[in-house]
């Protein structure tokens, strides 16, 4: 999960008056219905008061232990407003909690719920209405293509050499001189926000640039690995209806079980007896997870992710941030067509280059301040005289954690006997087994192997249930019984929940989160990041 937008500004949310007023349940008058903006969905009702809520909607009074959104100054009326508005709509952060009121709820760490939240109490304390507060809403959260904000997944950068495998389906020539590789997700919203993106880049350059897909399905996404295995399934019979269904069922991403992707099948024109047959071939699943294990060891831990040439690119990026990479990769091959490189061989030519070229310099998190984190009884590496302590606030569930382990690696390789690096836990709540793996891996600790068995859970984070905790433990030689112990007395939650707390107090909003020397750095930034604030520590300048 990926920290607060700074872009998710109130002030682009104020304002839009556009279109005719559309309410029309509940009596309500204009004044609190509000003009609603054109295309914006009203519901058929207009609550006056939260008692009418129907059953399972989340209402104030839940929020009651909430601290991120505060509702305090509202009057009854407006809290009515703004929860009606809030429950009206998905929250598509990619957390799939449902309703934007729930998910303030389950997951006040969200990047996009308490915002949201945040902007229309802002808007119904200036007398705006349920209509305003949705059009707003609405406009946050829609795909814009090429004109999309990045979306909350980090820019990672650097190189990797990802070779696609014969099942992979391509989308423009066999031989081009710029391959964007994506591992995607048909169940994530971001993935669905990049997709005009991708199109107009194809449109745009035409026969020079080509797309593999190569799929990439979240364990939290429930239908995300059905929908992965029937592309596959569709891709047997025929690439290009294959390619339709994968728009059908983006345009369809939040209904992806399997009546409703049999449905799209047929009518995308496939043979349905036999897509269902392949559908429920192992050997699709396996194709599947192929993908999955080459998307892990590339670093493609969350979605979408792009290899341009070799060269990642991390999220709904807008399109300028692809362009810019493959202009500069057009350039590259043109150089080795000139030297007789033949164009069949250019992307092996060039993943291979662009992997072992450094990664661009990029820029850290803007800080906030310095904050001042005790160790406190926190696993540590590194000399206790360090002039510079990294604390890292991790999440073992959590995919950008897993892409900052080897970034980690290379300061700790970097700057032997200079840096410190302390690992405090915050398991997001969204995520069933991180807490679990939290006091699992402070069970490890308590018997002096945290970090070999922090490689291991990052090393296995598609498997963190209790058995497999107990096996990484047996494979470490730990003493089980107390291992064991340990977790079923919940000797560890404590702790847990006292780092996740202090992470919080210290504006540790979702992880990665680091603080070198006191110095916020949020993501899996690439180490350049990195370097640039732990050599200003080193020279004293921080």
Not at 251 to 277: H, M, Q, R, S, W
Not at 397 to 422: H, M, N, T, W
Not at 444 to 454: R, S, V
Not at 500 to 505: D, L, M, R, V
Request: charge should be positive.
């Amino acid at each position: 999960m990926w920290p607060l937008l700074t872009g998710l500004a109130i002030g682009f949310l104020v304002g839009r008056e556009v279109g005719n007023n559309r309410g029309s349940g509940g009596g309500e008058t204009a004044a609190v219905v509000g003009k609603a903006g054109a295309g914006t969905k009203m519901p058929a009702k207009v609550y006056k008061a939260e008692s009418e809520f129907p059953e399972g909607w989340t209402k104030s009074s839940d929020w009651a232990s909430v601290t991120t959104v505060s509702l305090t100054d509202l009057t009854p009326a407006q809290k009515t407003t703004v929860m009606q508005a809030l429950n009206e709509r998905d929250c598509e952060c990619g957390c799939g909690m449902g309703k934007i009121a729930g998910c303030v709820k389950k997951d006040p760490n969200c990047p996009r719920s308490p915002n949201l939240a945040k902007a229309a109490i802002d808007l119904v304390k200036q007398g705006k209405g349920l209509g305003e507060i949705l059009t707003a809403i609405d406009d946050k959260q829609k795909p814009s293509g090429g004109s999309a904000k990045p979306s909350e997944a980090p820019v990672a950068g650097g190189s990797k050499k990802v070779m696609p495998f014969a099942h992979n389906v391509r989308r423009g020539p066999a031989n081009a001189k710029v391959t964007i590789v994506e591992f995607s997700d048909f169940e994530c919203p971001f993935c669905n926000r990049s997709e005009p993106t991708v199109k107009g880049l194809l449109q745009k350059y035409g026969k020079d640039v080509a797309l593999v897909w190569m799929n990439q399905p979240l364990p939290f996404h429930a239908n995300a690995m059905g929908a992965a295995m029937a592309f596959q399934a569709a891709a047997r019979q025929n690439q290009e209806k294959a390619w339709a269904l994968h728009d059908k069922m983006y345009d369809n991403f939040k209904t992806l079980g399997k009546p409703e992707i049999e449905k799209y099948a047929g009518e995308v024109g496939l043979n349905v007896a036999k897509f269902k047959k392949d559908w429920d071939d192992p050997k699709i699943k396996d194709e599947v997870e192929q993908d999955k294990k080459a998307g892990t060891a590339a670093g493609a831990n969350g979605t979408p992710t792009f290899f341009i040439n070799g060269r990642e690119v991390v999220g709904a990026q807008p399109a300028d941030a692809f362009e810019k990479v493959i202009d500069d990769e057009l350039k590259k091959v043109d150089e080795l067509l000139k030297k007789g490189t033949p164009l069949k061989d250019v992307y092996k030519k060039r993943i291979e280059e662009a992997a072992a070229a450094p990664p661009p310099a990029a820029a850290p998190a803007a800080p906030e301040g310095k904050q001042n984190i005790k160790l406190g009884d926190a696993p540590v590496k590194g000399p206790s005289n360090a002039k510079v302590t990294v604390v890292l606030f991790s999440d073992f569930q959590c995919p950008f954690c897993s892409r900052a382990v080897p970034v980690l690696k290379e300061i700790e390789d970097g700057y032997k006997g200079k840096v410190k690096i302390a690992f405090k836990q915050l398991p997001l709540p969204f995520h069933d087994k991180a807490h679990l793996a939290a006091e699992a891996a402070l069970a490890a600790n308590e018997q002096g192997k945290f970090w070999p068995y922090h490689d291991k859970l990052f090393a296995n984070q598609q498997a963190l249930d209790r058995p497999s905790l107990e096996k990484y433990a047996e494979e470490l030689g730990l003493n089980m019984g107390k291992f064991k112990a340990a977790l079923d007395t919940g000797k560890f939650k404590d702790k847990v929940d006292s780092d996740a707390k202090e992470g919080a107090a210290v504006g540790a909003t979702g992880t990665p989160t680091f603080f070198i020397n006191g110095t916020k750095v949020v993501g899996a930034q690439p180490f350049p990041a990195f370097q640039t604030v732990i050599d200003q520590e080193l020279k004293g300048k921080g």
